[in-house]
C-alpha cells in the first residue's frame, strides 16, 4: 500500500468552481506540504504544516488554502478555481529528525484541468 | 537566499552511454542535498541524497558528490538504460529542514 495517497488522481472542473485535493499518509510524519509542478518550472511550494496546528504559506499561495485535519491529512483548497491553476499537484511528507536527513516522500499526484 | 540551478534539458543518449547532469547550488550554512527522480505518471521518489562535504551518494548505479567548494551536486551515471528514461530533480534543504528547494528538473531519454 502507498504510504502517501492523494485523492482525486484526475479532475476536470470549470473557471470559478470549488475543489478541494486531498492527502493522507501513514507514515507518522509530522510534516506535510503540498505543491504544483508546471512543465519547465519545477515544483513550486504552495503550504506547508509542520503540525496539526502550524499552517505556513509557500512561495505560491494566492488562490489557495489548506486545512490539516489531523496529523495524517492535508487537504488543498481552490476557492474559484480558474484556468491558469491547471497543473500537476503533488503531496509530500517528511519526518522532523528521525533520519536526519530530512528527504522528503512524494505522493502520485493529482492532475488538475480547469477549464 | 536557497536556490538550486540544474541543467535544462532534454537530454537523449544511448544505452549504456556515460550521463552527467550538472547541479549547483546557493545556500546559507550547511545544506543537505538531494536527487530525485520522476518516472512518467508517478510522484518523485528519492534516488540519492548527501547531508556534509564531500558526502557521495549512491544509489541504483548513479553516484554525486556534495562539493562545497564549488557548490555543486553533479548526478553520474556510468552505463544508462532505457529504464531509466525519466525526470531528474536536483534539490536542497536548508539545515533546519524546514523548506526545500527544487531545481527545474532535466528530462531523460535513454534511445536503445
Known amino acids: 500500500d502507498a504510504d502517501v495517497t492523494q485523492t482525486p488522481r484526475n479532475r476536470i472542473t470549470k473557471t470559478g468552481k470549488r475543489i478541494m485535493l486531498e492527502c493522507s499518509q501513514t507514515k507518522g510524519h509530522d510534516r506535510m506540504y503540498w505543491y504544483r509542478q508546471d512543465p519547465g518550472l519545477g515544483l513550486q511550494l504552495i503550504y506547508y504544516?509542520?503540525?496539526?496546528?502550524?499552517?505556513n504559506k509557500g512561495e505560491i499561495s494566492d488562490g489557495y488554502s489548506v486545512s490539516r485535519q489531523a496529523q495524517a491529512k492535508f487537504s488543498l483548497s481552490l476557492e474559484s478555481a480558474i484556468p491558469n491553476q491547471t497543473a500537476l499537484y503533488f503531496c509530500?511528507?517528511?519526518?522532523?529528525?528521525?533520519?536526519?536527513?530530512?528527504?522528503?516522500?512524494f505522493g502520485p499526484g493529482t492532475r488538475l484541468t480547469v477549464l | 537566499g536557497n536556490s538550486v540551478t540544474q541543467m535544462e534539458g532534454p537530454v537523449t543518449l544511448s544505452e549504456e552511454a556515460f550521463l552527467t547532469i550538472n547541479c549547483t547550488y546557493t545556500a546559507t550554512g550547511y545544506p543537505s542535498l538531494f536527487w530525485y527522480v520522476q518516472y512518467p505518471g508517478e510522484g518523485l521518489q528519492l534516488l540519492l541524497k548527501?547531508?556534509?562535504?564531500?558526502d557521495k551518494g549512491s544509489n541504483k548505479g548513479f553516484e554525486a558528490t556534495y562539493r562545497k567548494e564549488t557548490t555543486s551536486f553533479h548526478l553520474e551515471k556510468g552505463s544508462v538504460q532505457v529504464s531509466d528514461s525519466a525526470v531528474y530533480f536536483c534539490?536542497?534543504?536548508?539545515?533546519?529542514?524546514?523548506?526545500?528547494?527544487f531545481g527545474t528538473g532535466t528530462s531523460l531519454t535513454v534511445i536503445p
Open positions: 504544516s509542520f503540525d496539526v496546528k502550524d499552517i
Open positions: 548527501a547531508t556534509k562535504a564531500d
Open positions: 509530500a511528507t517528511s519526518d522532523k529528525n528521525g533520519t536526519g536527513y530530512n528527504e522528503q516522500f
Open positions: 534539490a536542497l534543504t536548508s539545515p533546519t529542514g524546514n523548506q526545500f528547494y
